[in-house]
């Protein structure tokens, strides 16, 4: 790269449980720079969760379904000699997280229920009983990966 690093940016935690991996998430639920409402969101998710699921904490219920969401490898398209081939690679820590949480946000906004929290709710929920559309994408995106084992040795 020609360039120099770019600077990682400090997320501050949230202000309900001190915790940076809930505002991550909160900043990928965002719409529109409403930051507020993508809390009130993810916090009334959680409530519902609570009440849903009486013997276990909300955070803790959304911590392990993001852990069950969480990608290993994935594949990548790289051209070799005129052919495409899908090369499965590891997953950086910091693009893990990531592809988690979108992940969850995505097929929780597809799923057909009232309100947004209601969704996200039931995703967390699935996702944590490793169930559901985000689990789903995990596992299919690790099947690829071993599928296209043959071709691991064109990475570099």
């Known amino acids: 790269m020609r360039r120099r690093k770019a600077k990682k ?8 449980f001190n915790d940076v991996v ?4 909160v900043n990928n639920l965002m719409y529109s720079g409403k930051k507020n409402l993508a809390f009130k969101i993810f916090y009334d998710a959680l ?3 609570d009440k849903k699921l009486e013997d276990q904490e909300g955070l803790e ?5 993001l852990d069950n969401v969480t990608p290993s490898v994935e594949v990548r398209s790289r051209r070799v000699g005129g052919a495409t081939f ?7 820590e910091g693009r893990k997280q990531s592809l988690a949480m979108k992940w969850l946000i995505g097929y929780a906004r597809k799923r057909n229920e009232k309100s947004m929290a209601g ?14 559309a985000a689990f789903k994408k995990k596992e299919d995106t ?13 990475r570099f």
């Open 119 to 132: 969704k996200l709710a039931s995703e967390i929920i699935a996702a944590s009983k490793e169930e559901g």
């Open 142 to 154: 690790l099947r690829m990966a071993e599928a296209n084992k043959a071709f691991s040795h064109f």
């Open 9 to 16: 940016i400090a997320i501050l935690p949230d202000p309900k």
């Open 47 to 49: 409530e519902i969760v």
């Open 61 to 65: 219920v959304f911590k392990k379904a």
């Open 22 to 25: 809930v505002t991550k998430f």
């Open 86 to 92: 899908q090369i499965p690679t590891p997953v950086r």
